[in-house]
Every structure is written in C-alpha cells, then in structure tokens.
C-alpha cells in the first residue's frame, strides 16, 4: 500500500504579513489568496525492515535511520522529521518502517508558501496511513504549530490555511488567535479573466524569509508607527480585493495591488530591492497597472496585473531580466489525499 496526498501552492494577492504575530495578536488581519495548479506532494510506503526513509526528490537529499519514535532535527529534511516526530508523539503508532518522500513544484524561499505546504502534504500522508480524525481547521493548525512551535520557524499563518482549505479565500486572523476562512465563490468569468491577466514571474532568486520577518516582527514591537500603519493598509487592501473580486470589478485590482506594493516595501528594509524594483518598473511601463512580490519579499516569484492583451508586452519585457514566466491555473481544491 503507498499512501499519498497532495497540497497546493498559493498566490498572496493582498493583505500580506497581516497574519504575522504579534501583529495578527494585536490587531488583527486580513489575507486574500488563491491556490494554484503548483502543489506539493507526499508519499508514504511501508516497509518490513526496521528502518526510517526521508527523502526530497527534488532537492536530491536522503536520510535513512534505524526505526525511533524521534528523529534528529539537524538541518537536513527537517520539515519533514518534524512532522514524523509529532505524529508519533501525539498518534503513537508502530509500523516496522517506511520511506516518506516529497516533491515541491517550486523551490524553497521562493514566495510560493513551500514550506508550509510541505508541512501540510506530509500531515496529509500520515493523516491517510493512520485515518487520522482531523479536519481542515485542525490540519492547518497542527501544520502551523509544528513550524511555528516545534521548529521556531518564523513566518505567517496563511500559508497552511490555503494549502489545506484551497480556492480563492478570505482569511482573517483574530486578536484570540482564531482564523476564519471565508472561501469566495468568485464566478467563473471573473477567474478566467484573472487568470489571463495575471503574470506569475520567477525572478531566478530565492531568499531566506526569517531575516525579512523578523524585522517585520521587530518593527511592530517596538511600535514602529510607519510600519504598522502600512500594515493597517494592507489589511484594507485585502478587504478592497475581496469586494473587487465579488463584484467583477477587476480594472481595480492592479491599482490595489500597486497601493499593497508601496505600502508593503515600508514593513521591512529588504522587502525590495534595486533589482525587484527594477523589473517592477519595467513591467508597468510595458503595460502593467500594479504588481507585487510573492511571499515575504527580497525575491522569489512577483506577480503582475496586465489588463486587456498587455499580459505578451510585459512577458517580452519580464523575460529580458533573465527570469521565467511560470504557467499555472487556479485551482479549487485543497489537501487531497488517497492510498492505492
């Protein structure tokens, strides 16, 4: 029996770093985003020998350990080692082994939610061996709880939010640490034209996202008021996004995500950069009316509103800053997992 599953990347289109502690603890936030047709994969196989298996089919990285109910977290696949370490302490199980191996259909630090939806694919696989009674809600909370706790890693909370739940969604994050996913039911002709419009370029670099946070982070508790005003923004922008979407009022959107740009680069000094922002300039002088960086910031994937057929001048203009145009769609649904 191999038992799999699967989770979807996102796109983060308004209201970023609103769902950072302590910011999302003191004032609340807001998020839209939307799942695409990138996703990260997991698979489980049992063996008869004694012996634990991890491996990252795309990073080409293996660890292999005698069977334990705790695995070093060392640096190595420790996403993955984490989440094997916290399923065994809360759903005690005895197998005489197995190989767990995943795959990500983007590189790490590169905007896209990676890690979180990791976290959630492999949850998923174990969730699908052992029949494990956990919901949607549960699944992106344990998924958060064992970066954020069991590792300390810092980041947000939307990424395990979106990977399970999938769709276009409205995501707020209460002052009491509880997050409510209002999954939009956008018609179709509004998302097919999104989908056309919307340009998702990989810019060749990948950043470390902690430094980036953690300023982020910094900022709101030492009451940085240019920081968090910018934040207070950006969950506005996130509820301006939401209407324009509901209401088909898409001519809206690359202004509202040229505002979220600015007001983005003031939550942390490495948000951009000369080259980000040369490539952001480029693309709206060839047609684009608003864009943003995906994830964090200081590199990775940025994303591009092109209204009517601008979308070919500015990938002519994208593809000479020698990164890639990436293909995707939309996707609706979430966390899958099966076993066959």
């Not at 409510?180 to 060749?204: G, M």
């Not at 200081?298 to 890639?324: D, E, H, Q, S």
Request: aromatic share 10%; net charge neutral; with cysteine.
């Amino acid at each position: 029996m191999i038992y799999r599953s699967k989770a979807p990347l996102r796109i983060g289109l308004a209201g970023g770093g609103t769902d950072v502690s302590p910011y999302s603890d003191q004032f609340g936030g807001a998020i839209l985003n939307a799942t695409i047709s990138l996703s990260a994969y997991a698979s489980i196989v049992p063996l008869s020998e004694n012996k634990i298996i991890v491996e990252a089919l795309d990073r080409d990285e293996m660890q292999e350990f005698d069977k334990q109910p705790l695995l070093p977290v060392d640096g190595t696949l420790d996403l993955l080692k984490a989440v094997y370490n916290r399923v065994q302490k809360d759903h005690s199980f005895s197998i005489p082994g197995f190989k767990l191996s995943t795959f990500v259909d983007a590189p790490a630090g590169s905007g896209l939610g990676t890690s979180s939806t990791l976290v959630v694919a492999v949850l998923g696989a174990f969730k699908e061996m052992l029949n494990l009674p956990l919901d949607e809600y549960k699944i992106a909370r344990y998924a958060y709880d064992i970066e954020r706790n069991d590792l300390m890693l810092a980041g947000g909370k939307q990424d395990q939010y979106a990977a399970t739940f999938g769709g276009v969604n409205y995501m707020e994050f209460n002052t009491d640490n509880n997050v409510i996913v209002n999954q939009l039911r956008i018609k179709p002709e509004y998302l097919h034209e999104l989908e056309n419009n919307l340009v998702l370029y990989f810019t060749s670099t990948s950043r470390e996202s902690a430094s980036i946070i953690n300023e982020q982070v910094k900022n709101v508790n030492s009451k940085n008021e240019t920081s968090i005003e910018a934040m207070h923004q950006l969950k506005e922008q996130a509820k301006l996004m939401k209407d324009a979407f509901l209401q088909g009022n898409l001519h809206e959107i690359g202004l509202l995500l040229d505002f979220g740009f600015e007001q983005k680069r003031k939550m942390a000094a490495n948000i951009s950069n000369h080259k980000i922002d040369e490539v952001y300039e480029a693309a709206k002088k060839a047609g684009a009316t608003g864009g943003k960086i995906s994830g964090a910031g200081g590199g990775g994937f940025m994303i591009f509103y092109c209204p009517g057929n601008t979308r070919y001048k500015v990938i002519k203009t994208l593809n000479t800053f020698g990164g890639a145009v990436r293909d995707y769609s939309f996707t609706k649904y979430g966390l899958t997992t099966w076993s066959i």
